[in-house]
């Protein structure tokens, strides 16, 4: 009999299933951005006001991170060339560790290369075949990811729903000798999608009754959320406990790459057991550096016990000599031409490409003093108040509150603006979702109409990306909005007459 052959080629089928995409409004393709982060940003050729990036304290462009950058890439060049386990563990690694491990007052952290990472680690080391997890319907796709990774049993809860998160860890316990080795609570702190914020004290109750570990993603609550920035356990007032917090330093902390916070033991279980912890080259120096100076920029002229500690202890000689004695600008009044983040007057790197339908920036920042220091960096046996789960006092005051320095102008100015842009929109009669947080959803359903959406806003001088499936559910498109510390209130306004126009236009509102 003569055979048929019925099967396409590869590429005519993966052509296929993209002409399917453009068909169904979900293609996605690249927009190139020709500036550096900041309020605003070139994407291709126009001038706009960001609001999709998730540099929410505008330190992606901030003169302190740079210059700790190149300071790093002097001392110890561009790569750590091999894996942390090989050869390519350098001393910069572990200051990082012992800042972050100090600035989130738990016992210790581990670096991974991003957050992505992160989670399909530590999920796949801490479950397999035996044990289950639980996670929030609308966790992170790297959450998402990590579970299948794992190959443990999935539970599925509703959306902060820590009821449903008892019931299911109440009948995994009961069901017909299904006992699992180990079960594993995994959600996202502030939500990527929706800006709302996990009951995390109520999943903590959940998982301790169960005798479960929680996962807590961090990667939209650090530097965000919490009197110093640090994070959802600062926010609730939670001590550690038995709780690993991930985050990353790539959102609000403008760095690259991710850290776990948590004891001394799970650290070593993970060096021992993540894959994408052991099978992949270290950070560079440069992103490191970077990662440093913005903690120490976050603990900054606060007055707390914790950063006494952290001013005043013991200075490492390696990072001394790395960042030590240099004359640096102001990051509250910049002092350099075009460095964006903080300065004074409006960094407006954009030249001829500068698009005047929006207003110029004016000054982005509440003034401040002084120049920022050198960093110093704590021992691990000075650390013992914040170790072992045990919550300095900063952490187990809890709430947003006043806070005094750098780090309260910056909060103070992000909360700010995520006020006025939230309320703004709120009063246009826009569905905001249930955020709390500096990102502010437009929930519009629908997919063509969110694309015209942003279409006309890109048209008006505003970026904001629309968010489609597989990013959110079906039928669930929005408009991911999301506020940073430096844009102007003059920004702001601007953005919400524009919403307003538009969405009369496109007759949403
Ligand atoms: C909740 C959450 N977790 C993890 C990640 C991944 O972090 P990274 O961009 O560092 O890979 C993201 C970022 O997109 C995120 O939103």
């Known amino acids: 009999m003569k055979k048929v052959f019925q099967m396409k080629s590869i590429e005519t089928q993966m052509q296929d299933e993209l002409e399917g995409l453009k068909a169904s409004h979900l293609f996605r393709t690249l927009k190139k951005v020709d500036s550096e982060q900041s309020s605003r940003i070139v994407i291709?050729?126009?001038?706009?006001?960001?609001?999709s990036s998730n540099n929410y304290l505008g330190l992606a462009n901030h003169q302190a991170l740079k210059e700790a950058s190149?300071?790093?890439i002097n001392k110890y060049g561009n790569s750590a060339a091999a894996s942390r386990l090989i050869s390519g563990n350098m001393d910069l690694h572990e200051i990082l560790e012992m800042t972050t491990a100090s600035f989130k007052g738990t016992e210790d952290a581990l670096l991974f290369n991003s957050g992505y990472t992160a989670n399909i680690g530590i999920l796949q080391a801490l479950a397999d075949e035996r044990d289950a997890i639980f996670s929030d319907e609308l966790n992170h796709a790297s959450i998402i990811d990590g579970c299948r990774l794992s190959r443990a049993r999935v539970f599925i809860y509703n959306h902060r729903d820590a009821g449903h998160l008892r019931s299911l860890l109440s009948s995994s316990a009961e069901k017909g000798g299904a006992r699992y080795r180990r079960r594993v609570v995994v959600t996202d702190s502030v939500f990527s999608m929706d800006g709302d914020i996990a009951p995390i004290p109520d999943i903590i109750d959940a998982a301790e009754e169960y005798d479960a570990m929680l996962i807590a993603d961090d990667a939209h609550a650090?530097?965000?959320?919490?009197?110093g920035g640090r994070?959802?356990?600062?926010?609730?007032?939670?001590?550690?406990g038995r709780c690993i917090q991930m985050g990353t330093y790539s959102k609000a902390l403008g760095s690259f790459g991710a850290y776990i916070a948590c004891n001394r033991t799970v650290k070593e279980y993970l060096i021992n057991n993540a894959r994408s912890f052991i099978y992949t080259t270290a950070l560079p120096p440069s992103v490191i550096a970077a990662s440093i100076a913005a903690i120490k920029l976050l603990q900054k002229d606060t007055e707390t016990p914790m950063s006494q500690r952290l001013t005043k202890g013991d200075e490492n000689p390696s990072l001394l000599r790395l960042l030590s004695g240099q004359a640096l600008p102001s990051p509250l009044r910049g002092e350099g031409k075009g460095e964006g983040g903080f300065s004074g007057e409006p960094s407006c790197p954009f030249g001829a490409q500068r698009n005047m339908i929006i207003p110029p920036p004016l000054n982005p920042l509440p003034q401040g003093e002084g120049r920022y220091e050198?960093?110093?960096i704590i021992p691990p046996h000075q650390l013992e108040k914040t170790g072992g789960g045990e919550a300095c006092p900063e952490l187990v005051e809890g709430g947003e509150g006043e806070r005094r320095g750098f780090s309260g102008e910056i909060l103070n100015r992000l909360r700010e603006n995520t006020k006025l842009f939230r309320d703004g929109l709120k009063s246009l009669g826009y569905n905001t979702l249930n955020s709390e947080t500096?990102?502010?959803p437009l929930f519009l359903g629908d997919t063509e109409k969110t694309i015209l959406f942003s279409k006309r806003l890109f048209d008006e001088g505003i970026y904001a990306s629309a968010i489609r499936p597989p990013t959110v559910p079906a039928g669930a498109c929005r408009i991911r909005t999301t506020v940073s510390a430096i844009h102007s209130r003059e920004d702001i306004e601007y953005c919400i007459e524009v919403f307003r126009r538009v969405g009369i236009e496109i007759g949403i509102i």
């Open 44 to 51: 291709d050729g126009r001038e706009c006001i960001n609001l």
């Open 222 to 227: 650090t530097g965000v959320l919490g009197k």
């Open 374 to 376: 050198r960093l110093t």
């Open 438 to 440: 500096p990102i502010i």
């Open 70 to 72: 190149t300071t790093a």
């Open 231 to 240: 994070g959802a356990f600062e926010h609730f007032g939670i001590k550690n």
